[in-house]
């Protein structure tokens, strides 16, 4: 039986003779991007590298998603690696698709990049006979929440019931047999790993003011301006912000899609969209209901109606803190600097795995010094994104199944889930709701 370091050191050497092959996926990824639900191509490229290794890949889970499994010598827990498959809609990034804007302005490209650099290192007979346990590689569509109506539409019509991609796949039951899950996410403002923290769960919102037409130079007074009731809503909105505790980390960020339809009438019908972000779940309840009384008194004020459409986003992330240590130890072996981060706005679909088991999500450098979600940002060192961040992951999984999967074992039983996949499901629909109310004056 070999020692922990000689599997590791097993695994490096193995990576290096591929590791061209996760870099170039990583790229070919970056060159064709496409959203949540629609990456196709995606699919295909990575299709064609794992089918050449030999390996039985299962097919269009969640319509774009596929998964692989190697297998230790003994039984054991079963530890899932996943790259997230979509990019996101940003006009003016570099390699954005020049139809549909779509770009990997988040990194995701990398991540498929690095959970192939995970498996490359650790398939081999010499390491799997060392260890205990299933080792489970996911591409997972639909991360980024973004497309809504779109998605929306295509839940009507049953394509899928939920708009995260990881959400979809725990309904259809790939996680049923996860114990562990963890990825490694790109990120633009440091060049090491990142490690811990918190961020933000969503839900979104959809909204509708109806007024009624009239001559906005003639006869206003005739008219009910849904853009007045808009308007008061984001002013109510805003007058609630110092009610928000600090340690819930609410955002509150809406958007006007649409705001009438001429200048010389009286707005008719406004649209507006927004996220209602926090830390907890019950924060979110909370700013959510107090969200919904600023667009009822919003349409209230002018003898508008509302149609208020709420969709359940992504559950708050948070980590298993004894994963993290495992995790952590590891960065021992990197010559890159790592940090602990704290809570950030952001939010993933991750924070929902995180509510069924032990998972980590960490970050690694290697992107310009820009934010994600724009055109500037973009990965500039592959073998820190790709390469390293593969190994590390690679290095943990050995860590956990290794001598009976002691460890893994110890990280399962000491974590106590927060909720159960039914109470998980049960939570998520009890989100989505839409309400009308009508203070029609006219």
Known sequence: MLTVEELKNKSSENLSLKKDIAIQLSKDILSEPETGYKEFKTN???YEVLSSLNLEVVNNLAITGLM??????NPGPNIAVIGELDGLPVPGHPFADKETNAAHACGHHIQVGNMLATLFALNSKEILDNLSGTISFIAVPSEEYVEIEWRNEQRSKGEFEFLGGKQELVKLGIFDDIDISMMTHARGDFSGFGYGGTGNGLVAKFIEFHGKSSHAGND?????NALNAANLSMANIHANRETFFDDHHIRVHPIITLGGSVVNQVPEIVTLETFVRGASLEAIKDANLKVDNCLRAGAMAVGAEVEINTLPG??????DKNLVEVYKKNLEYTKNKSEELEHGGGSTDMGDLA????VIHPFVGGATDASAHTSGFLVEDYE???VEAGKLMAFTIIDLLYDG???GKEVISKHKPRLTKNEYLKTIREFSNVEIANYNIR
């Open 405 to 407: 999967a002691s460890t």
């Open 384 to 386: 820190l994104a790709v």
């Open 355 to 358: 509510h069924l088991m032990p």
């Open 68 to 73: 692989t499994t190697i297998k230790g010598a």
């Open 220 to 224: 206003p007074h005739l008219g009910i």
């Open 44 to 46: 295909k490229k990575i």
């Open 314 to 319: 992504y559950f708050p992330l948070f980590h």
